[in-house]
C-alpha cells in the first residue's frame, strides 16, 4: 500500500479491496486473511463473553473464520456493508445464531484452520477485562480499539527502532498519551545529547507519525476514505466509556 504525506491510498486498502473484488480473486482473499489474522481476537471476546467456555469458543471462532474465508464467501459483500468490524460482528451473530440452532454434535474445528489463534494469550486478555461491567457488543468494541492501537504502537515502534531511534522513542512516546506538557523535555535533552527544543521538535514528530499510521491503521478497516475520521471518533469514544 502506498502513503504519501500520510494520506492511505484507498485503491490498494485492505477492506476496499475486498470489497471491490467481492471476495472471489487471490488478492482479495489474501487481504481477508490478513484482516482477519490481526483483527481475531475481539470476535473471540465476543464468543466468550456470551458464555462458551474457551475450547468452544476457539472452535467456534476458527469455524467462522473458515467459512469466512471460503471461496466466494463475500461474493454478495459490498460498500454498504460499510466497516469491517461492522461486518465481522454482524456476520459473526449470524453464523452463532445457525450453530446453536443447528445444535450439532460433533467437535467443531476438526478441519484445516485458517489462521493461529493464541489461545493462552487470548484469555489472559481476557481476565483483565471486568467480569459483568461490559456487554459482549461493548467488549467487541473494545477489544477492537485496543487493538489496533496496538498495532499502531508496534508500527511505530518498528520505525523508530529502525531508524537507530529506539531510546529516543522511549523516552518520548509518551507525547502520543499522555500529551507534551507533563514530559521532562530538558532531562529527555539531556538523555539524548540534543537541545530540549531538539527534543520537543522530536516529540511533535513522533506525534505526527502516529496520526499518519493511525490513519492508515484505521483505513485498512474501512470502505472509502470519507469515513476515517468517523471511526478514529468511535475508537476513542469506545475506549472513553461513551
Known sequence: MSCDSGTPDFATTHWSLVLRAGGDNKS?????????????????????????????????????????LEKNSLAAASPERGKFRAFLLTSLKNF?????????????GGGERPISLDLESAESRLRLEPAHELT???LFERQWALLLLEHV????????????KERQFELLKEVLVGGSDRLPFLAIATDLQISEEAARQAGSR???RYRELLREEVSHTVATESEVDDEIRN????????
Open 206 to 208: 513522533l506525534r505526527k
Open 153 to 164: 504502537m508496534q508500527r511505530l515502534q518498528a520505525e523508530q527502532t529502525a531508524a537507530g
Open 136 to 138: 459482549p457488543e461493548r
Open 28 to 68: 482479495a482473499t489474501a487481504a481477508l486473511q490478513t484482516l482477519c489474522e490481526r483483527y481475531w481476537y475481539p470476535l473471540y471476546a465476543y464468543v466468550r463473553r456470551r458464555g462458551l467456555a474457551s475450547p468452544e469458543a476457539q472452535d467456534l471462532t476458527q469455524e467462522f473464520f473458515a467459512r469466512l
Open 235 to 242: 475508537l476513542f469514544q469506545v475506549l472513553a466509556g461513551g
Open 96 to 108: 452463532l445464531v445457525n450453530e446453536w440452532e443447528r445444535g450439532r454434535a460433533q467437535k467443531r
